[in-house]
C-alpha cells in the first residue's frame, strides 16, 4: 500500500523543523496511527510518535487525536517534528540509477521522477535524488547553497516529490553562484506541462499574485491578491489543448515559490488534475452520469499525483557563456492520463454528432 507523501521546500521554520504529510491509502485497513507511523518514518521512535502525538504534533484531518487513533482510508496525517541533530542526517551516498540528461566539468542536467524526494527530510533520509547525487559524484566535493546543509549538495533549485522533471546541478562553487544570480535575476527559462480541470476562458494570461502559507491550513499554500503577505510570484500560462473537461496548459514561471502553479491554477478556479491537496483529485467538472465517475477514477489511477512536468529548461552556461537549452517529454504516467482524455473527448464527439454543449 502506497501513501501520498510530500516534502517542502524551506521556510524560516524549517531550520528547527521538518514537515512531512500522508494521505491513507483507500485500502488501507484500520492500525493504530502510532504503529502505522513506525512503518513510514525513518529513524523515529513509536515512544517519540507517541509523545508528539500527544503533543498535537501530528494531527489527523487537521484535528488532534489520541496515540490508539486508528487510521481510516483517505485520513490527512500532518505531522510536524523537531529536525533531528545534524549528525543524524549526515549524507549517505547510494547507488540509485541517474536519467542524466546532461554533464560537462561544470554542470548536470537530470531528469527526476515523480515520487522522488529531491534533498533528505523527515521519513526521507534515504533514497533522495541527493542521496543518489552524493554517490554518482564520489569523492568529488559539490557546493551547497544553503550554508553548511550537505542535504542540499549541488542544487540551484528544488520540485517537489510528486513533480517530475528536469533539474540542474551545479558541479563547483563558480557554477553554483553563476546560476544561483541567474535564478535570483529570473533569467532562467522554466517551462512546465500541467493538466488542469476545466476549459480557461483566455488562451493565455499571467497571474502575479503574491504565494504564501495558508492562514489556517499551515501545509497548504494560498494567494494574497492584496500583495501584503506572502512573496511575490508570477506563472505565464497558455493553453496548449483543451479537451472539455479538462485542458493541457503550459506554464513558465518568472519566480519560483512553494506550489507557486498549483496554488495559482487553482485561484483561477483550475486546478491540478488529481491534485489531492488543492482539490483536484476529486470530480471538478463534468457529467453526472456513473460511467463518466468510473471513467475519472481510473483515470486518477493511472496518474496518482497531481499532472505537473517541469518540461524544459534554459540559462546561459557558467563558463561558456553559450545558452543552453533541454527539453524532456511526458513521463508515461502523465502522457496515460491525457491520451485518456483525448480518447474520451473522441467518444463524446462522435456520440453527440461532433457537438458538446
Request: hydrophobic residues 35%; aromatic residues 8%.
Amino acid at each position: 500500500m502506497q501513501e501520498k507523501q510530500e516534502n517542502r521546500e524551506d521556510s524560516l521554520s524549517d531550520d528547527l523543523f521538518d514537515h512531512q504529510e500522508i494521505k491513507v491509502d483507500r485500502k488501507q485497513s484500520p492500525i493504530r496511527i502510532d504503529k502505522f507511523l513506525m512503518d513510514r518514518l525513518e529513524r523515529i521512535s513509536r515512544n517519540r510518535i507517541q509523545t508528539a502525538i500527544k503533543s498535537g504534533s501530528i494531527l489527523v484531518n487537521t484535528e488532534e487525536v489520541k496515540p490508539n487513533y486508528k487510521v481510516r482510508p483517505g485520513d490527512a496525517i500532518s505531522v510536524v517534528l523537531p529536525r533531528p541533530p545534524s549528525d543524524s542526517l549526515k549524507l549517505v551516498p547510494q547507488k540509485i540509477p541517474l536519467d542524466i540528461r546532461y554533464e560537462d566539468e561544470d554542470l548536470l542536467i537530470v531528469h527526476k521522477p515523480a515520487g522522488m524526494v529531491v534533498h533528505p527530510g523527515i521519513g526521507h533520509y534515504r533514497g533522495t535524488l541527493v542521496n543518489a547525487l552524493a554517490y554518482h559524484f564520489g569523492e568529488q566535493e559539490l557546493p551547497v547553497l544553503d550554508g553548511n546543509r550537505q542535504d542540499r549538495l549541488g542544487l540551484v533549485h528544488r520540485i517537489d516529490k510528486n513533480t517530475s522533471g528536469l533539474l540542474v546541478v551545479a558541479k563547483n562553487d563558480y557554477a553554483m553562484t553563476h546560476l544561483a544570480k541567474q535564478f535570483y535575476r529570473h533569467t532562467v527559462e522554466r517551462t512546465y506541462y500541467a493538466l488542469v480541470w476545466g476549459d480557461p476562458e483566455k488562451d493565455e494570461g499571467t497571474v502575479s499574485m503574491n504565494v504564501g502559507r495558508h492562514p489556517r491550513y499551515r501545509k497548504q499554500f494560498t494567494v494574497f491578491p492584496e500583495g501584503d503577505q506572502g512573496k511575490w510570484a508570477v506563472t505565464h500560462y497558455k493553453v496548449l489543448e483543451r479537451l472539455y473537461y479538462v485542458s493541457l496548459i503550459q506554464c513558465n514561471l518568472e519566480t519560483g515559490r512553494t506550489h507557486q502553479i498549483r496554488v495559482h491554477m487553482k485561484h483561477l478556479g483550475h486546478p491540478l488534475f488529481s491534485d489531492e491537496k488543492y482539490g483536484g483529485d476529486r470530480i471538478c467538472k463534468g457529467t453526472i452520469f456513473s460511467k463518466y465517475k468510473v471513467f475519472v477514477e481510473n483515470t486518477f489511477n493511472i496518474m496518482p499525483r497531481h499532472a505537473l512536468h517541469a518540461k524544459s529548461l534554459g540559462f546561459m552556461h557558467p563558463r561558456t557563456k553559450k545558452e543552453m537549452h533541454f527539453d524532456s517529454d511526458l513521463p508515461q504516467d502523465f502522457q496515460g492520463a491525457l491520451d485518456r482524455w483525448r480518447r474520451y473527448l473522441q467518444g463524446r464527439k462522435a456520440a453527440v454528432g461532433d457537438k458538446l454543449d
